[in-house]
């Protein structure tokens, strides 16, 4: 089997922030239920996916580094996701 990565960094700017609504509160910082306390963003699909909504504070810039990897099988080329193509 051989297998190919892509890999991007890309920098996006939240001047509004993003899931305000998720900012973690009280005296422990406590995250609220269905939000992530998770520091980790991607825009690819990973082995280990973040699926709660994160908390974005307005005017951060977060610098996505990304890395896809596509194995080459007998029938074509499997994601990451697991579909083939």
Known sequence: MRASNISSRRRWSFP???NLDCKPEGPDNAVKAGC???AYYSTTIQNKM??????IEPGKVIEFKDETR????DKGWRG???NMY
């Open 16 to 18: 509004k922030g993003a």
């Open 80 to 82: 990451q996701d697991g």
């Open 50 to 55: 973040v699926k709660e909504r994160q908390y």
């Open 70 to 73: 596509f194995d080459q099988s």
């Open 36 to 38: 992530s306390a998770s």
